[in-house]
Nanobody, 124 residues
Framework: VQLVEFGGALVQAGDSLRLSCVAS????????MAWFRQSPGKEREFVAG???????TYGDTVKGRFTVSKDDAKATMYLQIDSLEPEDTAMYLC???????????????????WGQGTQVTVSS
Protein backbone atom coordinates (compact mmCIF):
# COMPACT_ATOMS: atom_id res chain seq x y z
CA VAL A 1 0.00 0.00 0.00
CA GLN A 2 1.17 3.53 -0.79
CA LEU A 3 0.28 6.48 1.43
CA VAL A 4 0.34 10.18 0.57
CA GLU A 5 -0.42 12.97 3.01
CA PHE A 6 -1.92 16.35 2.18
CA GLY A 7 -2.98 19.46 4.02
CA GLY A 8 0.01 20.67 5.98
CA ALA A 9 0.54 24.42 6.09
CA LEU A 10 1.97 27.40 7.92
CA VAL A 11 -0.81 28.67 10.19
CA GLN A 12 -1.30 30.88 13.21
CA ALA A 13 -2.05 29.72 16.72
CA GLY A 14 -5.77 29.14 17.12
CA ASP A 15 -6.33 28.13 13.49
CA SER A 16 -7.64 24.77 12.33
CA LEU A 17 -6.33 22.34 9.73
CA ARG A 18 -7.53 19.13 8.18
CA LEU A 19 -4.88 16.68 7.06
CA SER A 20 -5.62 13.89 4.60
CA CYS A 21 -3.90 10.57 3.99
CA VAL A 22 -4.78 8.90 0.70
CA ALA A 23 -4.04 5.20 0.33
CA SER A 24 -3.63 3.22 -2.86
CA UNK A 25 -2.72 -0.31 -3.80
CA UNK A 26 -4.16 -2.11 -0.79
CA UNK A 27 -7.28 -2.95 1.20
CA UNK A 28 -7.64 0.29 3.10
CA UNK A 29 -10.91 -0.71 4.73
CA UNK A 30 -9.23 -3.62 6.53
CA UNK A 31 -6.22 -1.77 7.97
CA UNK A 32 -5.41 -0.06 11.22
CA MET A 33 -4.39 3.48 10.27
CA ALA A 34 -2.59 6.06 12.34
CA TRP A 35 -1.17 9.56 12.42
CA PHE A 36 2.20 10.19 14.00
CA ARG A 37 4.14 13.41 14.28
CA GLN A 38 7.82 14.13 14.60
CA SER A 39 9.82 17.25 15.34
CA PRO A 40 13.57 17.63 14.88
CA GLY A 41 15.42 15.95 17.72
CA LYS A 42 12.30 14.27 19.09
CA GLU A 43 10.93 10.77 18.86
CA ARG A 44 8.03 9.94 16.59
CA GLU A 45 4.85 10.47 18.61
CA PHE A 46 1.51 8.74 18.17
CA VAL A 47 -1.25 11.28 17.55
CA ALA A 48 -4.37 9.35 16.60
CA GLY A 49 -5.54 6.24 14.81
CA UNK A 50 -8.57 4.41 13.57
CA UNK A 51 -9.12 0.69 13.29
CA UNK A 52 -10.84 -1.07 10.43
CA UNK A 53 -14.22 -0.42 12.06
CA UNK A 54 -13.51 3.30 12.26
CA UNK A 55 -13.12 3.35 16.04
CA UNK A 56 -10.74 6.17 17.04
CA THR A 57 -7.81 6.13 19.43
CA TYR A 58 -5.97 9.25 20.56
CA GLY A 59 -2.59 9.94 22.04
CA ASP A 60 -2.55 11.25 25.59
CA THR A 61 -1.11 14.62 24.59
CA VAL A 62 -3.68 15.49 21.92
CA LYS A 63 -7.07 14.54 23.32
CA GLY A 64 -9.77 17.12 22.77
CA ARG A 65 -8.38 19.11 19.84
CA PHE A 66 -7.75 16.32 17.34
CA THR A 67 -10.34 14.26 15.51
CA VAL A 68 -9.44 11.27 13.35
CA SER A 69 -11.82 9.81 10.79
CA LYS A 70 -11.76 7.85 7.58
CA ASP A 71 -13.72 7.35 4.40
CA ASP A 72 -13.35 3.81 3.11
CA ALA A 73 -14.94 4.68 -0.23
CA LYS A 74 -12.19 7.25 -0.81
CA ALA A 75 -9.47 5.20 0.89
CA THR A 76 -8.66 8.31 2.88
CA MET A 77 -8.00 9.01 6.54
CA TYR A 78 -8.36 12.49 7.96
CA LEU A 79 -7.01 14.38 10.94
CA GLN A 80 -8.88 17.49 11.99
CA ILE A 81 -6.80 19.71 14.27
CA ASP A 82 -8.49 22.59 16.04
CA SER A 83 -7.06 25.40 18.17
CA LEU A 84 -3.57 24.78 16.86
CA GLU A 85 -0.71 25.57 19.22
CA PRO A 86 2.96 26.25 18.43
CA GLU A 87 3.74 22.93 20.15
CA ASP A 88 1.83 21.17 17.37
CA THR A 89 4.54 22.15 14.89
CA ALA A 90 5.86 18.92 13.38
CA MET A 91 5.95 16.68 10.37
CA TYR A 92 2.74 14.66 10.40
CA LEU A 93 3.01 11.16 9.00
CA CYS A 94 0.38 8.64 8.05
CA UNK A 95 0.96 4.95 8.72
CA UNK A 96 -0.80 1.67 8.05
CA UNK A 97 -0.68 -1.66 9.83
CA UNK A 98 -1.64 -3.85 6.92
CA UNK A 99 -2.49 -7.26 8.35
CA UNK A 100 -6.31 -7.26 8.08
CA UNK A 101 -8.32 -6.34 11.17
CA UNK A 102 -5.26 -5.26 13.14
CA UNK A 103 -5.56 -3.06 16.20
CA UNK A 104 -4.27 0.49 16.45
CA UNK A 105 -1.12 0.74 18.53
CA UNK A 106 1.02 3.67 19.62
CA UNK A 107 4.30 2.06 18.52
CA UNK A 108 5.77 3.16 15.16
CA UNK A 109 7.49 -0.21 14.74
CA UNK A 110 4.10 -1.92 14.44
CA UNK A 111 3.29 -0.08 11.20
CA UNK A 112 4.61 -1.40 7.93
CA UNK A 113 3.64 1.35 5.50
CA TRP A 114 4.38 5.06 5.83
CA GLY A 115 3.78 8.21 3.87
CA GLN A 116 6.38 10.92 3.32
CA GLY A 117 4.68 13.32 5.71
CA THR A 118 3.15 16.77 5.56
CA GLN A 119 4.59 19.70 7.49
CA VAL A 120 2.48 21.65 9.95
CA THR A 121 4.00 24.84 11.30
CA VAL A 122 2.14 26.94 13.86
CA SER A 123 3.27 30.49 14.53
CA SER A 124 2.47 32.23 17.80
Amino acid sequence: VQLVEFGGALVQAGDSLRLSCVASGGQFNLYAMAWFRQSPGKEREFVAGTNWRGNPTYGDTVKGRFTVSKDDAKATMYLQIDSLEPEDTAMYLCAAHTPPWSAVTVYPADYDAWGQGTQVTVSS
